[in-house]
């Protein structure tokens, strides 16, 4: 399909692939190559080919409705999205750093406070964040580390540069996204594997896997390790069997362990109970354990804190880590790697008004048209307002809510979302929005994928990427060709 | 090894079993279709009584007629052992189950169910209904096929194997419930060669029709195939061959010696099959024995392993 790149219109946005002038940029260069060599009807028969093996690989989320919860097949465009190497270096880099200082900050929250005490954040931000645990405090993880799994949300503005638009410490999900859409790529379009030099992504599970174990309590060379989940109906139980399988570990729900009275947990299995070491939670902290938490909840297990907080099992991430992916805290970030590291941030935030600070609140409420603003603890991008795309009886919702609750809001410039060329109707190529999110993890050593899970907005003009509401996504390349 | 994952692979290979011979079920009346002469008529209901389905297809239907019956065994989902129901609890008990299967087992059960949901109007319709039934029960083979020859024969191994064998057990005394009642139903007219056709089909429904020429050495006849599907120690689908894979299943995992007693106090022998009229009403009786026994097995292999 011999593209007309010079009439590709990204409409002054930054493109990941095409440049300002319509050349391709050098990552991308065997990949449009390729591409501008298949004939249209080849193209609309792989795309059907990738609907198909999404079909037959069950690659699958859970949407709740109104009528209950429908497993949907994974929108996947088939057009990867390419980053060079040496650019990707750095970024993994800054991902690092970032965590390394978050998971300091969380520790030291949990005990001294000293980031407080000099006045570097406001005390009354961490204390009233409704994900600052009390039962965390004077707690001491294994490794000190509370983060270990992180999924940081990255998005390339106008400059081209990458900015982190937020911290993901609770239960990220999307990584085994990223590993089948490779899976998916490479069936796809096999004869790219060939010719270009694609940095491979397969060995996250091992890593994870090796983490987890360097968290166990005991001292044996194969410890338990567990993955546990709220079950069936979960948005993201698809990936919480990917994971057990990739890994070789149990996936559990709360009903399968039982804490005994000497606060150790336990598998039952079908010759009894069995130790557990490592937990890898995929269950929000609240409903951990009904002895502490929410008293009603049947996905978590009795007994589960004591244990974790006598040192008999490790959980993954920390209960409490949540408190540093605050979007208040997100924008005191850079002075955190500053405070903790002693160093300059290698990634950039995005420019954050917190609605707290009496000036920032006044300059937010007059710009709504124009500010993105999102409550500090929500996810799945619900409960936000995107300024442009709103009409005036939103934003006086939303002035009213932020008045109502300063604390819980933030604003941010609306961003020049870099796009991609996506597959649309009639096999034509058009620009689509799209973000990324790697996925790091620290226990003795740190670790970031390569590359990560990229997310599209499907509908033109479209800025929401999220999954739960239209977005769809593509394989991501860190491509090392042409260089030295 | 959890409980209850066991559990779920102890039922995912029941549901692969009974999706499998639901085919080979309906199939021996498929094939008599085309061997009888057509003032015989055979009774499609009888497919229904035998899986004691009775009531869920009264709600359903008013006329017990062929297009009706196999559509209540292929597609209902209003069947709790309809074909496409078993293969739909299947594909769930895969899905809770990945975590423990080969990589490849969720995107099998996936073309597996695809092609039963989307070809489902043939297995309906005469015409191409004896290539979908073959398709089914080859497709089935080949899961079955893969686990054998990639998962690790370890206790979870041993729980898919407990399945299979039971819901085997099962439904082999229902396919040869099946032949009886045909030949119950064509009363009047069941000349030797009538009663050949029947057991012949159920012989091959059951895939045992070349087995049993090599290893009977005798031709089709009612009590000699009776015998064969019940008592060969060495056919993979015969009761007995079953039970003693059960027995050898059972061995490998923690507190089996329950079970192990319980199988050994069936009694195959007990029903004495002579001629041709010993496979009537008391035979069928004695079919539904078996299915009593066999399903107080399972509540003992529950007991054992999956404690609620």
Redesign the interface.
């Known amino acids: 399909m011999t593209m007309d790149w010079k009439a590709y219109d990204p409409n002054g946005y930054f493109d990941e692939l095409i440049d300002a002038k319509g050349g391709v940029r050098p990552p991308a260069r065997q990949l449009i190559q390729c591409l501008d060599s298949l004939p249209p009807e080849e193209i609309e028969s792989r795309r059907q080919m990738a609907e198909a093996t999404i079909?037959?690989?069950?690659v699958s989320f859970t949407v709740y409705t109104g009528e209950g919860t429908i497993d949907r097949a994974w929108p996947f465009d088939i057009i990867p999205r390419t980053i060079s190497a040496s650019q990707w270096r750095t970024t993994a880099a800054g991902l690092e750093q970032r965590l390394k200082a978050l998971n300091l900050f969380i520790n030291d929250l949990y005990h001294d406070q000293q980031i407080l005490k000099d006045g570097i954040i406001p005390s009354e931000i961490i204390l009233e964040s409704k994900n600052f645990r009390p039962e965390c405090v004077g707690i001491s993880p294994p490794l000190n580390v509370w983060a270990h799994i992180c999924g940081t949300d990255l998005v390339r503005d106008g400059d081209g540069e990458f900015y982190v638009l937020e911290d993901n410490l609770r239960v990220p999900s999307g990584v085994s996204y990223m590993l089948e859409n490779r899976a998916i790529t490479k069936r796809v379009l096999p004869e790219l594997f060939e010719q270009d030099d694609i940095l491979p992504v397969t060995d996250y599970c091992a890593q994870l896997f090796d983490m987890l174990k360097s968290l166990s309590p005991r001292d044996v060379r194969k410890p338990v390790i567990v993955?546990l989940t709220p079950g069936?109906f979960n948005s993201a139980y698809f990936e919480h069997?990917?994971l057990?399988?990739q890994m070789g570990?149990?996936?559990?729900?709360g009903?399968?362990l039982v804490v005994d009275e000497k606060d150790c947990v336990y598998?039952?299995?079908?010759?009894g109970l069995e130790r557990v070491d490592v937990i890898y939670r995929r269950i929000d902290d609240l409903f951990l354990d009904p002895e502490v938490f929410e008293k009603d909840s049947v996905l978590g297990v009795p007994g589960l804190m004591r244990a974790w907080q006598k040192g008999k099992v490790a959980l993954a991430n920390a209960p409490g880590a949540g408190v540093a992916d605050d979007k208040v805290v997100y924008a005191y970030v850079p002075e955190i790697i500053r405070y903790y590291l002693n160093e300059e941030p290698i990634i950039k935030n995005v420019e954050t008004y917190l609605c707290d600070d009496p000036e920032q609140r006044a300059y937010v409420l007059e710009n709504l048209d124009k500010l993105v603003v999102k409550p500090a603890n929500e996810s799945g991008g619900y409960g936000m307002l995107v300024g442009p795309h709103s009409t005036k009886k939103e934003q006086a919702q939303f002035a009213k809510l932020i008045q109502d609750n300063p604390r819980n809001y933030i604003a941010q410039p609306t961003l020049a979302l870099s796009t991609a060329p996506t597959l649309v109707e009639q096999g034509r190529l058009e620009p689509r929005h799209l973000d990324l999110r790697p996925f790091i993890l620290q226990g003795k050593e740190t670790y970031v994928t390569t590359g990560g899970l990229t997310r599209v907005a499907m509908k033109k003009g479209s800025l929401v990427v999220n999954s739960s509401q239209g977005g769809g996504s593509k394989d991501t390349w860190i491509v090392a060709s042409g260089e030295e | 090894m959890l409980s209850k994952v066991a559990e779920r692979l102890y039922w995912a290979a029941r549901y692969l079993e009974r999706v499998e011979n639901t085919a080979r079920l309906v199939g021996v009346y498929d094939k008599l279709l085309f061997d009888l002469p057509r003032d015989v008529n055979i009774s499609w209901y009888s497919l229904v009584e035998l899986n004691s389905a009775t009531g869920p297809f009264e709600e359903r239907y008013q006329v017990r007629s062929e297009h009706n019956v196999v559509k209540f065994m292929l597609a209902d989902d209003t069947n709790p052992s309809s074909m496409l129901t078993a293969l739909s609890m299947l594909r769930e008990n895969i899905r809770t189950s990945r975590d423990v299967l080969p990589v490849e087992s969720w995107e099998h059960i996936n073309e597996l169910y695809l092609y039963a949901q989307n070809n489902i109007r043939l297995g309906i319709n005469r015409s191409q209904r004896h290539e979908f039934l073959d398709q089914i029960v080859c497709r089935c083979q080949m899961f079955f096929g893969m686990l054998s020859g990639t998962m690790s024969h370890d206790a979870p191994w041993q729980f898919v194997k407990l399945g299979r064998d039971l819901e085997r057990a099962d439904m082999t005394t229902r396919i040869l419930d099946a032949g009886a009642a045909a030949l119950q139903q064509a009363n009047g007219d069941s000349s030797v060669n009538l009663r050949q056709v029947v057991w012949g089909n159920v012989l091959r429904s059951a895939s045992a029709y070349m087995s049993y020429r090599r290893s009977v050495r005798l031709s089709v006849a009612g009590p000699d195939v009776a015998w064969y599907l019940l008592q060969d120690p060495n056919f993979p689908r015969s009761v007995a061959a079953c039970l003693t894979q059960l027995k050898i299943s059972a061995g490998k995992l923690p507190h089996s010696k329950a079970l192990v007693d319980e199988v050994k106090e069936i009694d195959l022998e007990r029903y004495q099959i002579e001629t041709d009229a010993d496979l009537g009403r008391d035979f069928r009786s004695y079919l539904n024995d078996l299915q009593i026994q066999i399903c107080q097995l399972s509540n003992r292999i529950a007991q054992t392993w999956f404690p609620a």
């Open positions: 079909q037959e690989m069950g993955v069936i069997t990917f057990a399988q570990v149990e996936l559990v729900e009903s399968d598998m039952r299995t079908i010759s």
